[in-house]
Nanobody, 124 residues
Framework: QVQLVESGGGSVQAGDSLRLSCAAS????????LGWFRQAPGKEREFVSMITRNGGTYYADPVQGRCTISRDNAKNTVYLHLNSLKPEDTAVYYCAVDRMGIRIAMSRGEYDFWGQGTQVTVSS
């Protein structure tokens, strides 16, 4: 089992930046893929970004160019830097673990463990 705790969310203005963190415990994340998803009110949870165990990074089109995912295996933590935030980025952001580790995982069903989420609210 892997426990995940997200932090770093908050209420910001359009154009601001945020860094979300996801701290894992229970097992080392070194060999796992790590993903970020988000869910806006009334919408389904959607893929935002993921990083494979080898450091390959992938982004959804709505955040491409405004978002950077990174991992610190020594700290058992994954980060999501969000820049130039827009009101449509408002959502609960969740991190997740893919035990396969090396594949490009962009669907919810490919992830095994999830955090409880952190709220990001962007005002215009």
């Amino acid at each position: 089992q892997v426990q995940l705790v997200e932090s770093g969310g908050g209420s910001v203005q359009a154009g601001d930046s945020l860094r979300l963190s996801c701290a894992a415990s229970g097992r080392s994340i070194t060999n796992y893929g790590l993903g970020w998803f988000r869910q806006a009110p009334g919408k389904e949870r959607e893929f935002v970004s993921m990083i494979t165990r080898n450091g390959g990074t992938y982004y959804a089109d709505p955040v491409q160019g405004r978002c950077t995912i990174s991992r610190d295996n020594a700290k058992n933590t994954v980060y999501l830097h969000l820049n130039s935030l827009k009101p449509e980025d408002t959502a609960v952001y969740y991190c997740a673990v893919d035990r396969m580790g090396i594949r490009i995982a962009m669907s919810r069903g490919e992830y095994d463990f999830w955090g409880q989420g952190t709220q990001v609210t962007v005002s215009s």
